[in-house]
């Protein structure tokens, strides 16, 4: 099994900056990339930023220049540093990583529980 645990997250004013952090563990032989999505109340979970293992990175058009992916691969970690915070990023945060478990397995989706992120104007 693996398991996402998230960090970071709570009230933040808008302008302000948040870095929310996210290490997966278990049964991981290699993770081929690791993603931000957020949900909003009454909005479809969307995909915020994500960070292959070739070192690749991408954005939702709406964070672009605000937020930062990166990651710690030894530690199986990622992060997401997100600068100048709008109320309309408001949501809450999953982390989702790509994982194989084995090395003949295919890769699978696993993700966290989730972490709150409100930004009051």
């Known amino acids: 099994q693996v398991q996402l645990v998230e960090s970071g997250g709570g009230l933040v004013q808008a302008g302000g900056s948040q870095r929310l952090s996210c290490a997966a563990s278990?049964?991981?032989?290699?993770?081929?990339?690791m993603a931000w999505y957020r949900q909003a109340p009454g909005k479809q979970r969307e995909l915020v930023a994500a960070?292959?293992?070739?070192?690749?990175?991408d954005y939702v058009d709406s964070v672009k220049g605000r937020f930062t992916i990166s990651r710690h691969e030894a530690k199986n970690m990622v992060y997401l540093q997100m600068n100048n915070l709008k109320p309309e990023d408001t949501a809450v945060y999953y982390c989702?990583?790509?994982?194989?478990?084995?090395?003949?397995?295919?890769?699978?989706?696993?993700w966290g529980q989730g972490t709150q992120v409100t930004v009051s104007s």
């Open positions: 960070a292959t293992s070739l070192g690749s990175t």
């Open positions: 278990g049964s991981i032989f290699s993770i081929a990339a």
């Open positions: 989702n990583a790509v994982v194989t478990t084995t090395p003949t397995s295919l890769p699978r989706d696993y």
